[in-house]
T-cell receptor, first 112, second 115 residues
Framework: KQEVTQIPAALSVPEGENLVLNCSFT??????LQWFRQDPGKGLTSLLL?????REQTSGRLNASLDKSSGRSTLYIAASQPGDSATYLC???????????FGEGTQLTVNP | ETGVTQSPTHLIKTRGQQVTLRCSSQ?????VSWYQQALGQGPQFIFQ???????GRGNFPPRFSGLQFPNYSSELNVNALELDDSALYLC??????????????FGPGTRLTVL
């Protein structure tokens, strides 16, 4: 059974800081991994998707890496801004068309 | 905007009642999945529909049921509501299973409160 863990559960940083969010999964046989952002009471916004054959993906100030063999992914946020405050969730897909298994998220607060 | 819509936005029910939540998938997406997200937790998979048939189910009792229609819209039905059913219900659609790309696109969710 796939289990996904995110560390830390909560993080508070000053504006401008670079930060790393961590995600680990127990079964390395994954199809892809997605990072999502969720604002309070809202749905999920997909940030980055990494296929199992890829090592990283970048979008603007965001960079996600994937190490399947060690069961780890990181989301790097450069030059954080107050607007980045949200919960960040990672999720793994076991095979094409199957279910996503989510971690419990990291709640990020960026202070002005 | 993902193109996935859900209705209603919020809903309040009492214990024992039945509820139907609706989802309209992104155009061209023939797979829809439903997730339950309790406060402070990650979403949990309920079930998935592909071409109008259930195609996988999570650890949820039979009182959680669903339908997918030919236009790929979908419903989640919950009977005999319990207090613990209070959660954000998310639907996600994904494109046909061709190639290696399989991103799930989420709707805004329906917040269900059971009193």
């Amino acid at each position: 059974k796939q289990e996904v863990t995110q560390i830390p559960a909560a993080l508070s940083v000053p504006e401008g800081e670079n930060l790393v969010l961590n995600c680990s999964f127990t079964d390395s046989a994954i199809y892809n991994l997605q990072w999502f952002r969720q604002d309070p009471g809202k749905g999920l916004t997909s940030l980055l998707l990494i296929q199992s054959s890829q090592r990283e993906q970048t979008s603007g100030r965001l960079n996600a890496s994937l190490d399947k063999s060690s069961g780890r992914s990181t989301l790097y946020i450069a030059a954080s801004q107050p607007g980045d405050s949200a919960t960040y969730l990672c999720a793994v897909l076991r095979s094409s068309g199957s279910r996503l298994t989510f971690g419990e998220g990291t709640q990020l607060t960026v202070n002005p | 905007e993902t193109g996935v819509t859900q209705s209603p936005t919020h809903l309040i029910k009492t214990r024992g009642q039945q509820v139907t939540l609706r989802c309209s998938s992104q155009s061209g997406h023939n797979t829809v999945s439903w997730y339950q997200q309790a406060l402070g937790q990650g979403p949990q998979f309920i079930f998935q529909y592909y071409r109008e048939e259930e195609n996988g189910r999570g650890n949820f009792p039979p009182r959680f049921s669903g339908l997918q229609f030919p236009n790929y819209s979908s419903e989640l039905n919950v009977n005999a509501l319990e207090l613990d059913d209070s959660a954000l219900y998310l639907c996600a659609s994904s494109p046909p299973r061709t190639g290696s790309y399989n991103e799930q696109c989420f709707g805004p969710g329906t917040r269900l409160t059971v009193l």
